[in-house]
């Protein structure tokens, strides 16, 4: 299946991801493409382009509550949650909704105009793991008590609830397990580690490494990602895909490489208290999206940090 000629449409489509996954399919030659997004944590500005363009309409709606809709629809695409640590501990109530109810009423969509369903799911379904790299065969290690379980638990959840569908509705159906990414668009202040060391990087401020930052994150410039999302939603792979790239670094090794993008700056390294439940290592096996999909990531972290920053300082 191709995304050309397909009407699309992105549920959380005014957020990070969201917002270039809009852009590509309309880059990409899609004939209409919807956003619908309740700007809790999206941004109308992250839509800039798409507005300018006749086949893009907005429309800001939670979908808690079912969603309005007319005309076909090929593709519904599901990235609508709170999905950095502090916006879902702080929205912990709106995360497990959308995760859930909200999941919900996307399918009951998808299922109404037999479109193509593909969930945003998360590496957090894999918790603090005890398996390295991640497979999508590992069933994870969550604590569903934990700060974290708001959104891993949600998650959880919806990879459930897509599952049922395709097996008892026979909704064609993708889950896409996503990996730390970044890039423009992403919130200055939205606490997650690459703007929050890129903001302490271009105010001079220190920057807080949690822990003793021997933890490890593997992180996936935006462009790949929705790349590999695109890809996925054009294949039958009805089975979990990994998506995210397998160059594993400390995040005290991520602090010195914005250090370095940045050209230097006049912030030292400290240290802060990890938060409860901060998993210690993570970095997918890609090999399932690499055979089925034929999908790698190409950016470098040199040049993906380098475009963030470089957007961040034009913001
Ligand atoms: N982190 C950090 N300093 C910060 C923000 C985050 O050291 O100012 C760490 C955090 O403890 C975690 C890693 O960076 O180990 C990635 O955090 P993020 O919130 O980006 O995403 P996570 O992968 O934990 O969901």
Not at 11 to 19: D, E, N, P, V
Not at 150 to 159: F, I, L, P
Not at 228 to 248: C, Y
Not at 277 to 299: E, F, M, Y
Request: one cysteine or more; glycine letters at 8%.
């Amino acid at each position: 299946m191709s995304l050309r000629d397909k009407h699309i449409v992105v549920l959380g489509g005014a957020g990070f991801l969201g917002s270039h996954l809009v852009d590509r399919v309309l880059n990409d030659g899609a004939v209409r493409v919807t956003a619908i997004d309740d700007l809790s944590t999206g941004r109308v500005r992250n839509l800039e382009a798409a507005q300018r363009d006749p086949r893009f309409a907005f429309i800001r709606h939670d979908i808690t509550s079912p969603i309005p809709h007319s005309g076909p629809v090929d593709v519904v695409f599901n990235l609508a949650s709170p999905a950095s640590p502090k916006d879902y501990e702080s929205r912990w109530l709106e995360t497990m909704r959308v995760g859930s109810i909200g999941t919900q009423h996307g399918l009951e969509l998808a299922h109404a105009r037999e479109a193509v369903f593909v969930q945003a799911s998360t590496s957090e379904v894999y918790g603090d793991p005890l398996e390295h790299p991640q497979q999508e065969s590992y069933a994870g290690n969550v604590d569903p008590t934990s700060p974290r379980s708001v959104y891993d638990e949600a998650k959880r959840y919806g990879e459930a609830l897509v599952s049922a569908f395709g097996r008892k509705k026979k909704l064609s159906t993708r889950i896409a397990r996503i990996f730390n990414t970044y890039g423009p668009r992403m919130r200055l202040d939205d606490g997650r580690v690459v703007p929050q060391f890129i903001a302490q990087a271009l105010s001079g401020d220190d920057f807080t490494v949690q822990g003793d930052g021997s933890q490890t994150r593997s992180f996936c410039f935006v462009t790949d990602l929705i790349d590999g999302l695109v890809k996925l939603a054009a294949a039958e792979v009805f089975l979990p895909v990994n998506l995210g790239n397998p160059q594993e670094l400390t995040v005290l090794e991520l602090a010195n490489a914005v250090k370095r993008a940045a050209g230097g700056g006049s912030g030292q390294i400290v240290f802060r208290e990890l938060p409860t439940g901060d998993p210690k290592r993570r970095r997918p096996d890609i090999s399932r999206a690499q055979s089925l999909l034929g999908w790698s990531p190409r950016v470098s972290l040199s040049d993906g940090l380098a475009t963030t920053l470089e957007s961040f300082r034009a913001a």
